[in-house]
């Protein structure tokens, strides 16, 4: 019972989840259907990590106060939403989301959407997410899942080259994502494979619903559930695929890609081959300056697998794995995909969805015991985004910042992490950091 | 002295529970903090590197089947308990959300009857988003429960002063009001470490910015530790400034002594006020309020208007452009506020910051002090732009002030 009242380092629930995808959609408004708190400090949070689009926009608070408690806020609700829409223009998704306290009151969301859809010309979508269900990717996922449900899947189908990446997570519009979605439109497009829409992407809403022309969809984790409810849904093949981070994972996405949009086996090999080929002189240099390189990650499962497996690639030790999610189904989803990237961490110590004081723990044990600051630290590099992190983890480490959320560290160059550009770009930055921490 | 109740303010509302978990996020001290809500409400609480061991929060992490079969008391007992054991600290503060307020659970009634030890000083706070509290609101209770977690006995040093909501003056004070054999024991900033703000509970009397903001501060302060308590304006210009030391000295029977003490300094603000006003005075001057939602005490003490004296003494004529709604009620509480703050000066109302740039393009202003954060919008008007929080304080602020001010307006 003691841990329940410790929080923990991913503590982000669906709401904030929501919130990110609707700033992953230019054209979404995120109604907050919630206290006055929820608003700020989610965009807060957002701003600071994303400094390419802003994210107080996004976000437009229902102005509940205790009169509107007790007059009926599922009115004001209708009223807000309308008249955002109206004053701001060119709206092309609200997202309702609402907070514990006000699904507690029993306001009626779902009885008031008719009249707000008369009042507006663009669709309005419920999501609830209480503060306390789910985390960050439930509810980001939640939100894809609304939205794709959104677009007309009876016509005719794409090209099953055609595909549509679902579950992408677009945190922010930086040169990290938009690297990202470029180097996996080149690997796919030298497959003979078009990515029809990134979901999400940047996309604004009106692209996104163009999705029915793909005759394919690719899975990414983020997207929990079986391939077959989402074949049922869309009517489109579906195949869920490896989180394209690190040498085998981004092979095995290609293999699964083309395997699900009918590409022959041997045009991947060829592919695979010549990528490879081209980047080992450099992979090779990488595993030189980092060879016998302890390192920790703190990322969310599929990621966490992915930078593991890479860390192996290069040749570096991995010994500490956090699990930043309470869905993407922790220790073993982790070494489930990282067995299946051809990676291993059997020294690795995965601790899911930890708190600060169990990495604290964890990093003390790896020192020997020993918890100051001077003996030798636990690893040299820890990959994780920025957290406050106790002086027993981060003293002596240097720090290569990844994952939500990024505030110190922003992307105006090209900065990929998936793909075989992205295995490039993160041992530039794993050999950056080394060299910051030997300086 | 009895608490004067919530500050005249035309801040953004907000969330009692993010804000306190905000301000106390950066005040070193052996306390800790339990979150009675769901476990979003805590999510911020990690986020900020530059936070005081956040290891020092907990959260009764309420989930729906213990809000619905009313567990969140025993969950908030069980969290206090454990944040006792884990971080053995001096204090805890105790601070509901909204969830907690929607199911009636008193955080204070919960603390009050739980057997705590005694040596342990445990405040609680309702603070839920559905009041709408205004920032000023929020800093009030913040330094309230800061000093309500002060140790009860403090033994009291004559000629002593505890100074709160003053912005640091590079020591001027100290040394003036040394010369008049005043020393200052407490000068607590909103940041500073628990043991600044007990020292408070020692001094023979207090003087804050704002007795509304601080009210219930000064109402601890009065009546737990008898300390008197008095309001005056920050030294924010010469003449402010001398009142201030004067105000201070008073307490004391000292105002002389203060005098013939700061008499050389005030000498030479007084004249480069002068100088300042023959070559600018009659300038218009626009005052932005309301635009950032930052807890930062400039925006808050005396409604955010603390600095419009010091520019009406270098003759430059004021304007003030209020950010936020402009409906009826807003105005009645902008003419209350300047009737509270005994200001008569025009004002327009803002609905956005967009409209800011409008405003100073067609206003005829020679330059604009609004947050930096509007350097965009300002840009856009070709108005010079004096950051919200520049104006330093004391004698020595005031001249630095008018040189600075002259080379912009030159």
Partial sequence: MARDFDIPLGNHRAIFGAFLAAHAIPDALDLMFTGVGCKPKSQRQLAVHDRFRDAGNKLAWADVGDVQLISGPAERLRNTTVETVRRRGNVGLVLVTTSAAMELTGADVEAVLPAIRRDIDCPVVHLPTAGWDGDLYRGYASAVRAVLGLARWKGPRGDRRSVNLLGYLFDRYENDHRANLGELRRLLGALGITVNVGFLSGAPFAELMRAPAAGTNLLLPYLAGEPESFRAATRRNTARCALPVGLGATTRFLEEAARAAGVPRRTVQALVAAERERFEPLLRMAREGLAGVRAAVLADTPLAAGLVALLGELGVKPVLAGLLDRTLGGAEAFRSALAASGGAADDCVVLPDPTADEVEAACVQLRGGRRRADSSPPFELLISPDLWLPPAVVDGVARVELGFPSNRRHALAASPFMGFAGVVSLAQRLLDGLASRNA | ?410
């Fill in chain 2, 1 to 410: 002295m009895t608490h004067a109740g919530p500050p005249p303010d035309l801040s953004q509302p907000c969330c009692a529970l993010e804000g306190l978990t905000q301000l106390l996020s950066f005040v070193p001290g052996n306390f800790a903090v339990v979150l009675h809500s769901e476990p979003d409400c805590a999510n911020l609480v990690l986020r900020d590197a530059r936070a005081v061991d956040p290891r020092r929060f907990f959260c009764s992490n309420l989930g729906e089947a213990q809000a619905i079969a009313g567990r969140g008391r025993a969950r908030l007992a069980a969290a206090v308990r454990h944040a006792i054991a884990r971080r053995r600290p001096e204090a805890v503060f105790v601070v509901g959300g909204c969830v907690a307020g929607l199911i009636g659970d008193d955080a204070g009634e919960i603390v009050a009857s739980l057997r705590l030890p005694h040596r342990i000083r445990v405040v609680a706070v309702d603070g839920g988003a559905f009041a709408m509290h205004g920032q000023a609101a929020i800093v009030d209770r913040f330094t309230g429960i800061l000093l309500d977690a002060a140790p009860l006995r403090a033994r009291k040093t004559p000629r002593t002063i505890g100074l709160v909501g003053f912005p640091p003056d590079d020591g001027e004070a100290k040394r003036l009001l040394g010369r008049a054999g005043i020393a200052v024991r407490a000068w607590p900033r909103l940041d500073s470490a628990q043991a600044e703000w007990n020292a408070l509970a020692g001094v023979a009397r207090a003087v804050v910015s704002d007795v509304r903001l601080f009210g219930r501060l000064a109402k601890t302060l009065g009546e737990r530790h008898r300390v008197p308590v008095a309001g005056l304006a920050p030294p924010l210009g010469a003449a402010a400034t001398e009142c201030w030391l004067i105000g201070i000295a008073a307490g004391f029977g000292l105002e002389r002594r203060i005098a013939a003490a700061c008499a050389p300094e005030s000498s030479a603000a007084r004249r480069a006020v002068a100088a300042f006003r023959r070559r600018h005075g009659g300038k218009k001057l626009a005052v932005h309020v309301g635009g950032r939602k930052d807890f930062a005490l400039h925006t808050l003490v005396r409604g955010g208007l603390a600095a419009v004296p010091a520019f009406a003494e270098l003759g430059l004529r004021v304007e003030l452009l209020f950010q936020g709604a402009v409906e009826e009620a807003q105005q009645r509480r902008i003419e209350a506020v300047l009737a509270h703050h005994r200001l008569e000066l025009p004002y327009r109302c803002l609905p956005d910051r967009l409209s800011l740039t409008r405003a100073l393009r067609h206003g005829g202003f020679a330059a604009v002090y609004c947050s930096d954060s509007l350097r965009e919008e300002v840009g856009s008007a070709g108005v010079p732009l004096v950051p919200v929080g520049s104006l330093r304080p004391g004698f020595a602020g005031s001249v630095a002030g008018c040189a600075r001010l002259d080379a912009l307006l030159r």
